[in-house]
């Protein structure tokens, strides 16, 4: 099977590494990452010009791009052989609730998922380890081999670790949950740079989420795996029905 590997904390990160040489030892791996990090970009794609695209040898490019231009780029530009299965990760801080509308991390699975190929997000709570996400890759390795063939077309798993992870300390610690409520608090710095022009920073955001029993941030806290199954049609069939029916 061959796996496309990308993420949106850039090619340097350390759980890009940590997925390329772990899941190497049993797949062949193509990477395509992008120059720099890319947190926060959802779903975009550069159109209408052009991206630098680096050869480091046939299984490893660099583009600066977005993640979904990786994504693009490993699928469509015949660098790579036919991709099975895309895997986007390991992010540095996780992706849960509506975090998956804003991620790179996840838009990156979506676009693959969009163009039918089985696609997994993986995020991570723990910020910079001392093993460089070498526990969470080999976790992933044994999430595969268990549930690669049930991810359907259409759809995108997407993973997150939490910093410890309780009882057995392995993949039978995995949770199916909902996406929970994010909630958000932003706040920008101004500067004023002449009269009637401002320069504005968002220097981050405050996060806070619902308790609700069933969903990602609910296990993630109780020190389990969640992964959450999210479809690409987004329409709202219950309320389709009702608005249908009257």
């Known amino acids: 099977m061959n796996l496309l590997?990308?993420?949106?904390?850039?090619?340097?990160s350390a759980g890009i590494k940590a997925l390329e040489r772990v899941l190497g030892k049993s797949y062949k791996t193509y990477l395509i990452a992008p120059l720099k990090e890319r947190s926060?970009?959802?779903?975009?794609?550069?159109v209408f010009q052009g991206m630098r695209v680096e050869r480091i040898n046939d299984n490893h490019y660099i583009?600066?791009?977005?993640?979904?231009?990786?994504?693009?780029i490993g699928l469509y530009a015949d660098?790579?052989?036919k991709i099975d299965f895309v895997i986007s990760g390991i992010n540095r801080g996780v992706n849960m609730g509506y975090d998956v509308h804003y991620s790179g991390t996840v838009?990156?699975?979506k676009h693959g998922a969009l163009h039918g190929i089985p696609s997994?997000?993986?995020?991570s709570g723990r910020i910079d380890p001392d093993d460089g996400y070498e526990k969470e890759a080999e976790l992933v390795l044994t999430f595969l081999e268990?549930?690669?063939?049930?991810?359907?077309?259409?759809e995108i798993w997407n993973l997150n670790f939490p910093p410890e992870v309780n009882g057995t300390g392995t993949i039978s610690e995995l949770v199916f949950t909902r996406l929970g409520r994010r909630r958000y608090s932003e706040k920008y710095e101004k500067k004023q740079i002449i009269e009637g022009v401002s320069e504005f920073q968002l220097?981050?955001?405050?996060?806070?989420?619902d308790e609700e029993t069933g969903t990602d941030f609910e296990a993630y806290y109780q020190g389990k795996i969640p992964v959450t199954p999210i479809q690409l049609d987004l329409t709202e069939k219950i309320r389709l029905k009702e608005l249908q029916s009257k």
């Open 5 to 12: 590997i990308t993420n949106d904390d850039g090619i340097s």
């Open 40 to 46: 926060v970009t959802s779903m975009a794609l550069t």
């Open 63 to 72: 583009a600066d791009g977005f993640p979904v231009d990786c994504v693009n």
């Open 79 to 81: 660098i790579f052989p």
């Open 107 to 109: 838009g990156a699975a």
């Open 120 to 123: 997994l997000a993986v995020s």
């Open 146 to 154: 268990k549930y690669k063939s049930q991810i359907q077309s259409g």
């Open 203 to 209: 220097n981050g955001s405050l996060l806070g989420h």
